[in-house]
Structures are given as C-alpha cells and as structure tokens.
C-alpha cells in the first residue's frame, strides 16, 4: 500500500509550527509522510530577538532559525526543506517556482496546506499562496516536463493568518487537534527566536476547539482552522 502524503508549503521557517503544526502531528500520527517546504528562514523580519543579540549575522541568524525547523518538524514528525529565498523581501523566480513544482510531482499529495490569500501585515504570505497555487497549475500540465506524470487535484486549504479579520480569511474547516497538542507545544518551544507568539497560538488553538465543538456534537479542547480554496468533493455529505 503507497503511503499518502501532505505538502505544506511555509514562507518563512516558522510559519508551519504556528498554523498547522497539529495537522502536521497529527497526519505523521496516521503514517502519512508530511513534507514541510519553506521558502525562507525568515531570518530578516521574523528573527527580531536574535538581530537584538551583539555581534549577529545574517548568515548566524539562518543557521539558528533553520537548526529551530528542524527540530521542530522532528518533534512533528514530518520532513522538511528550505529553498532560501530571502525575505522581507521574499523574492522567488521561475527556478524557484519549479523546485516547488518538482515538491508536488515527487510528493503527490493528497492535499496542500499554505497561507492566506491576503496578508497586509505580511506580503511574503500571500505570495507563498500565490506560488503554491501556481505551482500546483504547472504540476497539473503535461507540456511541463512531459517525461514525468502529472499530479491530480489536490485540495488546498489555507491555514489561519496571524490576524483574520484583516486578511479577510475565513475559518470553514475545524481540524482536532486536541490529541496532537502536546507535540505543537513543544515544537512552539522550539522557536526561541518568537516566543512572543507561544502564548498567542495557545490561545488560538483553544478559541478554534470552542468553536469546532460548537460546531459538532464533540468535545473539542484545540483545534486549527482553514478555509478551503476548491469546492470540495465527496461521496457524501457527512
């Protein structure tokens, strides 16, 4: 039997451990293979303790946060690899762009997690939807590397931005993440470089699970929330 597979496709290094990092935890848990795919190490704008410490660099810096992904995605159980291509700027050209297509091919995943499609606190996040987006299309095309097969229609779903409202994203799936919990906690810890946000996720990981068991007949303690890109397709409606 082929294992099935999850791509989540990060802008910066620490992105996926806030926002899907139970949905991460909780597929490796099912014996999925999750891959993890970030564009950078978000070592200009989301290392602001590190550049505080005398003598930084920037090349220290990528060091320090790609070490802090990796043990992360360890204790998540998934795979990751980083593509750097810098941000605040995040700046990706077509070599780039097919790497991520290359990701879709090799993976074939059966869905796809990323960013919202508006961020404006954040332009490095809407463009990392817009290239995992647009890698997916390349993905689907024959004339792209006809030598290899193409992929099918994953669903994407966009994971929650650090503030909603303003990215104008709305949560319509409630994933439980309740038994996975313990292993985001810990690779929260892991990000030293953004401890101000541990607290915050907690707290967004408990308002979801409220709200995913108001939602459902269960008693849900943390749960991530997504909105869906593509209509969703099923033999049923349960």
């Not at 564009?39 to 790609?66: H, N, P, Y």
């Not at 606190?121 to 792209?144: K, S, T, V």
């Not at 669903?155 to 439980?176: G, N, R, S």
Request: aromatic share 12%.
């Amino acid at each position: 039997m082929n294992q099935k597979s999850a791509l989540i496709v990060s802008a910066h290094s620490a992105d996926f451990v806030w926002r899907a990092g139970g949905a991460a935890a909780l597929y490796a848990e099912r014996g999925w293979r999750v891959h993890i795919l970030c564009l950078s190490f978000g070592e200009r704008g989301e290392s602001a303790k590190l550049w505080k410490q005398a003598d930084m660099s920037l090349e220290t810096v990528k060091r320090i946060r790609r070490d802090e992904s990796e043990q992360a995605a360890a204790i998540l159980g998934a795979s990751i690899s980083f593509l750097d291509c810098g941000d605040y700027p995040l700046r990706v050209g077509d070599e780039a762009l097919f790497k991520i297509v290359d990701a879709y091919r090799q993976l074939r995943p059966e869905f796809v997690l990323t960013h919202s499609f508006k961020d404006p606190y954040n332009f490095d996040h809407p463009l990392a939807n817009h290239l995992a987006l647009e890698a997916r299309i390349i993905a689907q095309a024959h004339g792209h590397n006809p030598a290899e097969p193409v992929i099918g229609a994953p669903p994407v779903f966009l994971f929650e931005p650090h503030q909603p409202e303003q990215c104008e994203w709305k949560p319509e799936t409630f994933l439980d993440i309740s038994p996975v919990w313990e292993k985001k906690y810990r690779a929260f810890q892991i990000m030293g470089a953004q401890e101000h946000l541990w607290e915050y996720y907690t707290r967004a990981g408990l308002q979801r699970g409220a709200q995913a068991s108001r939602n459902s007949s269960k008693n849900i303690k943390y749960a991530e929330a997504f909105q869906c890109v593509y209509p969703r397709v099923a033999d049923d409606l349960l």
